[in-house]
């Protein structure tokens, strides 16, 4: 026994009394892609574990084996209370199947392990906290086989020593814990919500001057009197562009204050930090907490009260409004810039400062170096960067003194409506009021936050059900010429021309082609996986595998599962392909609508196209023009890709 209590047992001390309690997933070739289907007994790979003790499972991307497949797969299917391991790579990833899981069963990859915890012996909530603290997660790492992939097998999670407390004690612990994460996933939803509310009141008030615009024109502000009253009703000229009366011009240093104090965390090899890297940011904005042994360089302590801005890459958005708590120790990479709002100005009006498109533009032309990983804007160029200096009490002004403070129970119908009103009455210099897809948008955000708090027992209505979606408007897309098209393809190299290629040639979403693995190009097809809705079930298309795409193909390694390995930032690469080729910027989506808009001009029937994109509805086609077939349409594209 330990202390208070607690006593050291192994996994298999644990385990239930039922057979394969402890066991690894299917030998690979028994559940290969060619067993996949677009529905049956979802199988669990490393892409739904994570190391964020938050997400106990990513519950879509999944593919399917029929039922009658699963069966052969008795040993590997998981329930509820059910804890899974990764095998190979990320070994430290766990994942529990609860009682928020989508399927009553799923089947683990050949690269997972389950673990079915006796219940009179072990909460399985509890379990899984213990798994992902950072000292089982240690004794993971410290267990990995090899070097460049490592493992972790049966045996070692069978004989994994651990120290636990009696039964009540740890439900008691789970249940505080899982009660908290409850709470966090709320408030990360409604801050989320606040956030694009607080971006959108920036930009019409900061960037826009929509209050001022309408006092002038002799128009109702659509704001609070008190708040009204603090806008001027006239502009005045200056070098840079008109401006509210009694504005100034200043620079960011005005607004903010430079903070740096380095730190060298390998001073305190066994002490815990609070690790705000480029990384972590990347990997979903969550610092990682690691001992000073595993931080190998120099860093820049985090104080409260900052916006963390990198200055790396900055064509890349990273703009991190972090909180640090009292007993943290935090520190960041120095290819951040720690800016500390100077009063009136807060942290939420710099957030929103520097992620606005005005700025964003600016500090991309700041940069020095030469070579991609070396392109980087100087604090000092940064400091000295043009910024409007409002009048202090409209800076001061609550953004949101309606909803300030209230519980969520006291949220009504008539508030919501109300706010959505003022958002379509914002305007701006192209148009008046945001498109009804952003209203429907802050409508779903909103009803997906209070069905949660439903859910919780929380509330008891979801004020957000009595108001209706509006009608969408259609608006012309931008379609990149081939011609254009063609300068991007001529400015990328190796791995990035092909993924660009296999996007125009198969016509898919860049998501469903950064997901595709080998095991997915068949000596016929190609076979992209979507999905409807966020957690709907994932579909298989089958795109025909055309001359062109079958040769670029064997451009590429093939020593990965997945077919483009690695490729964390495809935005930031197609805006510096566009840079590079003296081109438009166009996104990822625009190649899409580029092979449907050639396929279409070339006679292809629409139903081939649909078929193409994966569509499953094209009821409102009316006229279907001469059959190329779907093969046909591919090749098409790969005729006029050559040129």
């Given at each position: 026994?330990?202390?208070?209590?607690?006593?050291?047992?192994?996994?298999?001390?644990?385990?239930?009394?039922?057979?394969?309690?402890?066991?690894?997933?299917?030998?690979?070739?028994?559940?290969?892609?060619?067993?996949?289907?677009?529905?049956?007994?979802?199988?669990?790979?490393?892409?739904?574990?994570?190391?964020?003790?938050?997400?106990?499972?990513?519950?879509?991307?999944?593919?399917?084996?029929?039922?009658?497949?699963?069966?052969?797969?008795?040993?590997?299917?998981?329930?509820?209370?059910?804890?899974?391991?990764?095998?190979?790579?990320?070994?430290?990833?766990?994942?529990?199947?609860?009682?928020?899981?989508?399927?009553?069963?799923?089947?683990?990859?050949?690269?997972?392990?389950?673990?079915?915890?006796?219940?009179?012996?072990?909460?399985?909530?509890?379990?899984?906290?213990?798994?992902?603290?950072?000292?089982?997660?240690?004794?993971?790492?410290?267990?990995?086989?090899?070097?460049?992939?490592?493992?972790?097998?049966?045996?070692?999670?069978?004989?994994?020593?651990?120290?636990?407390?009696?039964?009540?004690?740890?439900?008691?612990?789970?249940?505080?814990?899982?009660?908290?994460?409850?709470?966090?996933?709320?408030?990360?939803?409604?801050?989320?919500?606040?956030?694009?509310?607080?971006?959108?009141?920036?930009?019409?008030?900061?960037?826009?001057?929509?209050?001022?615009?309408?006092?002038?024109?002799?128009?109702?502000?659509?704001?609070?009197k008190a708040i009204a009253d603090l806008f001027p009703?006239?502009?005045?000229?200056?070098?840079?562009?008109?401006?509210?009366?009694?504005?100034e011009v200043g620079t960011l240093s005005d607004i903010?204050?430079?903070?740096?104090?380095?730190?060298?965390?390998?001073?305190?090899?066994?002490?815990?930090?609070?690790?705000?890297?480029?990384?972590?940011?990347?990997?979903?904005?969550?610092?990682?907490?690691?001992?000073?042994?595993?931080?190998?360089?120099?860093?820049?302590?985090?104080?409260?009260?900052?916006?963390?801005?990198?200055?790396?890459?900055?064509?890349?958005?990273?703009?991190?409004?972090?909180?640090?708590?009292?007993?943290?120790?935090?520190?960041?990479?120095?290819?951040?810039?720690?800016?500390?709002?100077?009063?009136?100005?807060?942290?939420?009006?710099?957030?929103?400062?520097?992620?606005?498109?005005?700025?964003?533009?600016?500090?991309?032309?700041?940069?020095?170096?030469?070579?991609?990983?070396?392109?980087?804007?100087?604090?000092?160029?940064?400091?000295?960067?043009?910024?409007?200096?409002?009048?202090?009490?409209?800076?001061?002004?609550?953004?949101?003194?309606?909803w300030n403070g209230l519980p969520i129970s006291r949220?009504?119908?008539?508030?919501?409506?109300?706010?959505?009103?003022?958002?379509?009455?914002?305007?701006?210099?192209?148009?008046?009021?945001?498109?009804?897809?952003?209203?429907?948008?802050?409508?779903?955000?909103?009803?997906?936050?209070?069905?949660?708090?439903?859910?919780?027992?929380?509330?008891?209505?979801?004020?957000?059900?009595?108001?209706?979606?509006?009608?969408?408007?259609?608006?012309?897309?931008?379609?990149?010429?081939?011609?254009?098209?063609?300068?991007?393809?001529?400015?990328?190299?190796?791995?990035?021309?092909?993924?660009?290629?296999?996007?125009?040639?198969?016509?898919?979403?860049?998501?469903?082609?950064?997901?595709?693995?080998?095991?997915?190009?068949?000596?016929?097809?190609?076979?992209?996986?979507?999905?409807?809705?966020?957690?709907?079930?994932?579909?298989?298309?089958?795109?025909?595998?055309?001359?062109?795409?079958?040769?670029?193909?064997?451009?590429?390694?093939?020593?990965?599962?997945?077919?483009?390995?690695?490729?964390?930032?495809?935005?930031?690469?197609?805006?510096?392909?566009?840079?590079?080729?003296?081109?438009?910027?166009?996104?990822?989506?625009?190649?899409?609508?580029?092979?449907?808009?050639?396929?279409?001009?070339?006679?292809?029937?629409?139903?081939?196209?649909?078929?193409?994109?994966?569509?499953?509805?094209?009821?409102?086609?009316?006229?279907?023009?001469?059959?190329?077939?779907?093969?046909?349409?591919?090749?098409?594209?790969?005729?006029?890709?050559?040129?």
């Amino acid at each position: 026994m330990g202390v208070e209590g607690w006593q050291e047992v192994t996994v298999e001390d644990l385990k239930a009394p039922a057979e394969n309690a402890l066991a690894t997933g299917p030998f690979g070739s028994s559940i290969s892609s060619r067993y996949f289907r677009e529905h049956g007994i979802p199988v669990i790979r490393g892409s739904n574990l994570s190391e964020d003790v938050g997400t106990r499972l990513i519950d879509d991307g999944f593919v399917f084996v029929s039922e009658e497949k699963a069966v052969e797969f008795k040993r590997s299917v998981v329930r509820r209370g059910d804890l899974i391991f990764t095998c190979w790579g990320t070994i430290n990833q766990v994942g529990l199947i609860d009682s928020r899981a989508k399927y009553s069963e799923y089947i683990i990859s050949n690269k997972q392990m389950k673990f079915t915890a006796d219940p009179g012996k072990a909460d399985s909530l509890f379990l899984y906290y213990l798994f992902s603290g950072p000292q089982m997660q240690n004794a993971i790492k410290n267990q990995g086989i090899g070097s460049s992939v490592p493992g972790f097998n049966l045996g070692q999670l069978k004989s994994l020593r651990l120290k636990i407390p009696q039964l009540a004690e740890q439900n008691a612990i789970a249940y505080i814990l899982g009660t908290l994460d409850d709470k966090i996933d709320l408030n990360r939803r409604m801050n989320e919500t606040l956030e694009a509310m607080a971006r959108t009141i920036f930009k019409s008030w900061f960037v826009d001057f929509d209050p001022v615009r309408k006092k002038a024109d002799g128009r109702d502000p659509s704001l609070p009197k008190a708040i009204a009253d603090l806008f001027p009703d006239c502009f005045r000229k200056t070098a840079l562009e008109d401006i509210p009366a009694q504005w100034e011009v200043g620079t960011l240093s005005d607004i903010a204050a430079l903070v740096k104090e380095p730190i060298n965390p390998l001073d305190n090899p066994n002490e815990e930090f609070l690790h705000f890297s480029i990384p972590a940011f990347d990997e979903g904005q969550q610092p990682k907490r690691e001992h000073g042994a595993a931080i190998k360089s120099l860093k820049f302590k985090v104080p409260d009260n900052i916006v963390l801005l990198s200055k790396l890459n900055p064509e890349i958005e990273r703009v991190w409004l972090v909180d640090v708590g009292t007993l943290d120790r935090a520190v960041c990479s120095t290819e951040f810039l720690i800016l500390r709002p100077k009063p009136p100005f807060s942290r939420s009006y710099l957030y929103c400062l520097t992620r606005s498109p005005r700025f964003r533009s600016e500090i991309e032309g700041l940069v020095t170096g030469t070579s991609k990983s070396h392109q980087r804007a100087q604090a000092d160029a940064v400091l000295d960067m043009v910024a409007l200096l409002p009048q202090p009490k409209i800076v001061e002004a609550k953004w949101f003194a309606q909803w300030n403070g209230l519980p969520i129970s006291r949220i009504k119908p008539e508030m919501i409506q109300e706010h959505l009103e003022k958002r379509k009455s914002l305007t701006n210099k192209k148009r008046k009021g945001v498109t009804n897809v952003t209203i429907n948008l802050d409508l779903t955000i909103l009803k997906s936050i209070f069905n949660f708090a439903r859910r919780k027992g929380w509330i008891e209505k979801n004020p957000c059900d009595q108001i209706s979606k509006r009608p969408e408007e259609e608006h012309q897309k931008y379609v990149p010429s081939i011609q254009d098209f063609q300068k991007v393809l001529g400015a990328a190299k190796g791995g990035d021309k092909v993924l660009l290629q296999v996007c125009f040639l198969t016509g898919g979403r860049i998501s469903e082609v950064l997901n595709l693995r080998w095991e997915d190009i068949t000596k016929d097809d190609v076979i992209l996986r979507s999905r409807k809705h966020r957690y709907g079930d994932l579909r298989a298309r089958h795109i025909p595998l055309s001359t062109a795409l079958k040769e670029a193909f064997t451009r590429l390694p093939h020593n990965e599962e997945h077919v483009f390995p690695r490729r964390t930032y495809p935005r930031a690469l197609l805006i510096r392909l566009c840079k590079q080729a003296k081109v438009r910027r166009f996104t990822w989506h625009c190649i899409r609508h580029l092979s449907a808009t050639i396929l279409s001009n070339d006679n292809t029937p629409l139903l081939d196209i649909s078929q193409l994109l994966g569509h499953s509805d094209v009821t409102t086609t009316q006229i279907y023009l001469r059959s190329l077939g779907l093969k046909a349409a591919t090749e098409r594209l790969s005729d006029i890709l050559k040129g």
